[in-house]
């Protein structure tokens, strides 16, 4: 599949006066497990939301594996979903909603649903009510997988979980889409949580996309350069200032630059994911007031 599996071009969602997503433009390619990455507010369940057609935009436009996200029954059933709070059925077993599951998917997998939760030891008759916070975010990606779409999207999919279950439910996800090659779009507040398995990131706040694109490349274009105070303006051209601190008489940036930087008066080193998530988070950590942000 060389289609993209998601593009947008200036998408837009407001309430009221209140932008959640602003001018937003994308282009994901497939095959990537996406990390949507951004603090409390930024606009993730908005995108994701537009994503599975159950928001529609106020400007701009979505495509979803080539279509309108939400389009007909073809479309969703290429799209598994997991809202934020992973809902399911409180007075329903496990086995109800794994029939559920079967009667209204075309693709349904029931081989796959049963041997999933039973490595994960929920017993089929349990109400979903009485399972942990967990095991119901288990249950909802049971249902999400098996229904064998190309594109899953989860939001927030390891908040309610302790630590060693996120660590299994993020390398059980890997194993399920190197195997299915289904491509993922996961959002968390923490890039810790994504960094070991996601190969594109996309960080999002205050309603604005900061950055986009591939780990690799993103990781190959951004460097911290430390050397004697100077100015923004004094860097090599071409560089990108993303963050600047200065302590002393040694100044710090952090820099996009498309070619090397080849300064002898600067030192210059690899970022890791998270400091790079950083830099970015702290660009845009003023003061924002989405509700005073103009109508465009
Ligand atoms: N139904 C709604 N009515 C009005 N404002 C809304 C509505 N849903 C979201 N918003 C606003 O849109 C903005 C983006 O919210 P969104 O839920 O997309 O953020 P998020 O990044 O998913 O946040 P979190 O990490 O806390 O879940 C916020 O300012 C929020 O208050």
Redo the contacts with the bound molecule.
């Keep these: 599949m060389t289609q993209a599996v998601l593009q947008a071009e200036g998408l837009t969602k407001r ?2 006066r ?1 932008v ?2 602003a001018d937003c433009t994308l282009d994901v390619p497939p095959g990537r497990v996406v990390g949507l990455v ?10 994701l939301q537009l994503a599975v057609g159950m928001l529609t935009p106020t400007a701009g436009r979505i495509t979803v594996l080539g279509d309108r996200p939400g389009a007909g029954p073809v479309q969703l059933a290429k799209v598994g979903f997991v809202a ?1 709070d992973a809902p399911t059925y409180a007075n329903l077993s496990v086995e109800d909603h794994l029939r559920f599951g079967a009667h209204t998917n075309p693709r349904w997998d029931q081989t796959l649903a049963d041997e999933r939760t039973a490595q994960l030891g929920l017993d089929p008759r349990q109400k979903a009510g009485r399972l942990s916070g967990g095991q119901r975010a288990q249950l909802a990606l049971t249902m999400a997988i098996a229904k064998r779409p190309d594109l899953l999207i989860l939001d ?1 999919p390891v908040a309610s979980l302790d630590p060693i279950a996120r660590r299994e439910f993020l390398s059980g996800l890997m194993a399920y889409t190197a195997e299915h090659r289904t491509s993922v779009i996961l ?1 968390s ?1 923490l890039v810790s949580d994504l960094e070991r398995v996601c190969d594109h990131l996309i960080v ?1 706040t205050a ?1 604005r996309v900061r950055v986009a694109g591939d780990v690799d490349e993103l990781m190959g274009t951004h460097y911290r350069l430390t050397g004697a105070r100077r100015d923004a303006a004094d860097l090599p051209a071409g560089a990108e200032v993303i963050e600047h601190s200065a302590a002393g008489r040694q100044s710090t940036f952090v820099v996009r630059s498309v070619v090397p930087i080849d300064d002898p008066s600067l030192s210059v080193e690899q970022l890791t994911l998270e400091d790079l998530v950083l830099a970015y988070l702290s660009r845009t950590a003023a003061p924002h007031r ?1 509700e005073l942000e103009t109508a465009r």
Excluded: M
């Excluded at 951004?38 to 995108?47: I, Q, R």
């Design positions: 309430y009221g209140r959640a997503l951004g603090p409390n507010g930024a606009g993730k369940t908005t995108l934020q927030e959002s507040h999002l309603s989405p």
